[in-house]
């Protein structure tokens, strides 16, 4: 459980630019983490951002799972298909333009179902809601013409298209009025932290 859920702050330190956990209800595992923290080197200063990444990181992690960008997004864009449809041709695309990935790769079931962390049948399901609706098609495998594989239809990319035209635009709006320095900045931290989440975390 993060150490968010019962949380509150409210206050800029404007000396060191660092939020402080202030006016908020403290857990005893809270305490007992941050007191670990500094028993393991980390300054006081850093166990307070920490704690507030945390915090961050759990309320930004809460709003993936429950989908709250993607269902903005398709709102936007007009978008009439469910949000597993909508991952599942993401995904697609992904798979055949290399995004992501070593090498661009011919899109089959088992590839998507992997992707998406679903198992065959759902993906296949899914696959065959997204070719009746218009926005995938079956093609014969280059590689093996007994095998049939998913390719994004004129319809599917457009979408896919104005999902990111609409995704840019807000992002734009958000990193607008940020100087240079702080955009550098924090996709050089993203960076670090991804590659730190990498080796801690390995993929199964």
């Not at 007191?35 to 759990?58: C, H, K, S, V």
């Amino acid at each position: 459980m993060s150490i968010a859920h019962k949380c509150r702050y409210h206050h800029i330190d404007r000396r060191n630019g660092l939020r402080h956990l202030l006016d908020m209800t403290r857990t005893p595992y809270q305490d007992a983490l941050a007191a670990e923290l500094r028993q393991n080197g980390f300054a006081p200063e850093a166990t307070e951002a920490l704690l507030e990444f945390d915090i961050e990181n759990f309320a930004y992690m809460r709003r993936v799972k429950k989908g709250d960008i993607p269902h903005s997004l398709m709102a936007e864009v007009g978008a009439e298909i469910e949000p597993m449809q909508f991952h599942a041709l993401s995904a697609i695309a992904r798979i055949a333009s290399g995004f992501g990935r070593v090498a661009p790769s011919e899109v089959t079931v088992g590839l998507l179902a992997e992707e998406m962390m679903v198992d065959a049948s759902r993906a296949s399901r899914i696959a065959s809601d997204l070719v009746d609706k218009g926005l995938v098609a079956r093609a014969v495998s280059q590689q093996d013409g007994r095998r049939s594989v998913l390719v994004p239809t004129e319809a599917g990319r457009a979408l896919l298209q104005a999902f990111l035209r609409a995704k840019w635009g807000r992002w734009m709006r958000l990193f607008r009025d940020w100087p240079v320095e702080d955009v550098q900045a924090l996709a050089r931290l993203f960076r670090r932290y991804n590659e730190g989440m990498r080796e801690q975390f390995p993929a199964g």
